[in-house]
């Protein structure tokens, strides 16, 4: 085995154009369980802790750069704005684990309980690849994850990191497991309104082969908050009945299997409970005075 | 590959398996034992070290990562003979039992009161969430933790 240690973007670049075949590592928390309990022995390892480009985010024109080596616990402390996320970074594993674990990390790993990746995708969130060969493309969230622990990504490319269009409107993510720490997530959801756009997004984790979006449930209720004139007069109330429709859509959106962390039954309806809970938060947010 | 490291403010290196994680670095290759090896997958923290400053499970660091770095152990929060204060406050308040993880607590302590001296009661759990012990000691290392900060802020 080969630890290559790059100090810039470009030099990772090259490593990687010349040995494909290295696994990246950043904060550890995946590949090096892998490698602790013998399960993976890459042939080489080229590690982005060293790599500066990776670890910044920024606000450019409307949209939103999250680098891929920003740690969970930057995201806690820097990115208030981004209430989703936040609560996602927030419910990851443990001070030590936040202090490591990247947002890269979770979109390379691809795990479906990867407590960022409902967060993006209801972002409706892209991801930003680069090889020095071809340069840079992105693709949408949908197309790079490809199914469990499957991505897009080409061997000889990195992640650079993931942008989003910056919009207005209340949301949340919310994850249901055993303890308030070190929880892999036996179903997680996030949702954001998007109040410009008149669209309420859904997505969902840990309860079907990659993230889902619970497209049926999200246009159902766009349109409900439009027939019940919410969209303009934020305290005209929505129909309970579309609450309860907009819950049981999107229980049925999952695609939950029994693991040793729930069972399928469970899952869904963890699913129609996060939903409900979610779309009242938004809708309690969205009423509540701007001066608050 | 030889690993250089700078520990507890010391110099140190040595020729491992690159697959080698700062926690069996620590121990095997520079006798540091007191970062213990129990989970080794982040779930239990009693690996603790400080990585340039940043508390971090040392079983899920590749030792690699740390070369030319910095890295702080358990080892050094102790002068000596004399114990550091929430060690001290550990043994007090009765928060060692078996005492495996203690090594692990006493680290993310220190860590927390570095960044807040006056911690809430869900401060100090969320700041421990990372960090188990098996003989679920748990109300006596509180009992610590809030000794140790009383006492620090008295004395500074």
Redesign the interface.
């Known amino acids: 085995m080969e630890v290559l240690l790059p100090h810039s973007l470009d030099e990772a670049l090259a490593i990687k154009a010349e040995h494909p075949e290295a696994v990246p590592l950043s904060g550890g928390t995946d590949l090096m369980v892998e490698l602790n309990f013998g399960r993976a022995r890459p042939p080489a390892i080229v590690d982005l802790n060293r790599v500066g480009e990776l670890t910044a985010w920024r606000e450019e024109n409307g949209n939103v750069f999250l680098g891929s080596g920003v740690t969970y616990a930057t995201i806690v402390r820097e990115m208030q704005a981004y209430k989703p996320l936040v609560q996602a970074s927030r419910s990851v594993g443990s001070p030590q684990i936040r202090n490591r674990g990247t947002v890269g990390g979770n979109l390379g790993t691809a795990s479906p309980a990867g407590d960022a990746l409902p967060v993006l995708a209801a972002y409706d969130a892209e991801v930003i690849l680069r090889s020095r060969a071809r340069g840079e493309r992105s693709l949408p969230w949908n197309l790079f994850l490809t199914g469990p622990k499957k991505t897009a990504i080409a061997p000889d490319e990195l992640i650079i990191g993931t942008r989003w269009r910056r919009f207005r409107g209340p949301g949340s993510f919310s994850k249901i497991g055993t303890r308030n720490a070190m929880v892999i997530a036996v179903a997680g959801l996030c949702l954001v309104i998007d109040e410009e756009r008149r669209r309420v997004n859904v997505a969902l984790g840990s309860v079907g082969p990659t993230i889902l979006r619970a497209t049926e449930a999200e246009e159902r209720v766009s349109a409900a908050l439009t027939s019940s004139g919410t969209w303009d007069d934020r305290s005209a109330p929505l129909n309970p009945q579309w609450i309860d429709e907009f819950a049981e859509l999107v229980a049925t959106a999952a695609q939950p299997l029994d693991d040793v962390r729930g069972t399928a039954a469970y899952r869904r309806h963890g699913c129609r409970v996060l939903a409900r809970r979610a779309l009242g938060w938004a809708l309690g947010e969205w009423r509540l005075p701007t001066w608050l | 590959?030889v690993v250089r490291t700078r520990v507890n403010g010391v110099w140190r290196e040595a020729d491992v398996?690159?697959?080698t994680?700062l926690l069996v670095f620590l121990r095997e290759a520079l006798g540091l034992y007191g970062s213990k090896n129990a989970c080794?997958?982040?779930?239990c923290?009693s690996c603790?070290v400080w990585l340039d400053g940043?508390?971090?499970?040392s079983?899920?660091?590749?030792a690699?990562?740390a070369?030319e770095r910095e890295v702080r152990t358990v080892e050094s929060l102790a002068s000596g003979d004399r114990l550091h204060p929430i060690q001290e406050a550990f043994l007090e308040a009765g928060a060692v039992q078996c005492g495996f993880c203690t090594p692990g607590f006493v680290v993310?302590v220190a860590?927390l009161l570095e960044k807040d001296a006056n911690p809430s009661p869900a401060t100090v759990r969320?700041?421990l969430?990372?960090?188990l012990c098996r003989c679920t000691g748990y109300q006596k290392i509180l009992d610590a933790v809030d000794l140790a900060a009383t006492r620090r802020r008295a004395g500074s």
């Open positions: 590959m398996w690159p697959g994680s080794e997958q982040g779930e923290g603790s940043t508390l971090a499970c079983c899920l660091v590749l690699a990562q070369h993310a860590d969320e700041a969430s990372g960090n």
